[in-house]
């Protein structure tokens, strides 16, 4: 590392106000007027210098009267803090430096890797919960031992099945609708892996399976990219994926789709009900069979819900001469209707592992 030179950031948090955008609505289509859009900046905290020498997600969470924020420093240490929503200054706490080379293979210290990012979760009775720093890691996980402290945090070696925690990526908590804290992760590999979803019960203080299954199972021969589960404005739960056959990302394959009123029972987008897991050979849940290479990197669709709550992809892949195009994809008489938006000469190709410089 003595060629390499370390540049720092300043970690500042920016609360802004966003005012709302016109829509004027023609006869064919909805055209988008943003030229009286505006924004103010309220305040500006600043916290930190960061590392900088490659990207990785940091954590801001509001949470009641409080909000918190976890990210690596500048000498790449895990670093917690806090502050009541009227205090212009965060209070930080650096976690204990832990490193891979130890027996439980966990880490505190940010390495060479994009992927690990930090997630931050809070339980119904204000317990703070971080996960951070894995891909294809063992479980790091910490547990605050006093509500709304931040010091307390002490670290958790297993949460549910140790067996199922060695090779953890993807780490999220989220809330279900009942305020329930839940924990997923993909358990394996890019290629051969599956999606595991835990709950947490604050009276005992333990987790446990929220779904019996996984939610997605490559079965060995794959595994799904997939978002968060996203609540949207019909109430239901809505969730996309590739496919990715080996940790080559020119490997991804069939944009995917189901949807849940509860995260626990599942449907496809025409409303018949899926067994979980969710796999490849169940076909119904595809929304465009593309092909290994042909032009689709994961998680790079966007969906919005139309007027009758239906589902709307747009995408990329490559056209039948070889150009990668943008393409939309919608329901119409129980199937899906796929109608090619750009025609540009221009092909991204991209294969290969790991960080990737996205073109589009």
Known sequence: MNNIKTHQLNLVAVLATYFTFTQCQFAQFIQIVETNKTESIEQVIFIDSVWAGHPVDFCLYTHKNRQYIAYYNANRNMVVGQ??????????????????????GTSTVLGWDGHNYVTIGIDREDYLHLSENVHCQPLTYFRS???NDISSLEQIYEMVDAKEEKRTTYP??????DD????????????SGNELYNIYDSESKTWNRFLDTPLTDG?????????????????WYHLYWVWRDTPDYSTNHDLSYMKSPDLKNWFDALGSPIELPATIDKRSLIVDPIPVKGGIINLAAKLILDNKRNPVFVYHKYDSAGNIQLYSAHIEENKWIYHQV????YRWEFAGRGGINREL
């Open 83 to 104: 502050r009541d929503l009227n205090d212009d200054k965060f209070k930080l706490y650096t976690m204990p430096v832990t490193l891979r080379k130890t027996a439980l």
């Open 145 to 147: 031992t006093k509500p």
């Open 172 to 177: 999220h908590f989220m809330l279900t609708g």
């Open 180 to 191: 329930e804290l839940l924990y997923h992760y993909r358990n394996g590999c890019s290629g």
């Open 219 to 235: 079965k060995g021969m794959m595994n799904a990219y997939q978002s968060q589960p996203l609540l949207m404005n019909d109430g």
């Open 342 to 345: 750009t025609n540009w000469d």
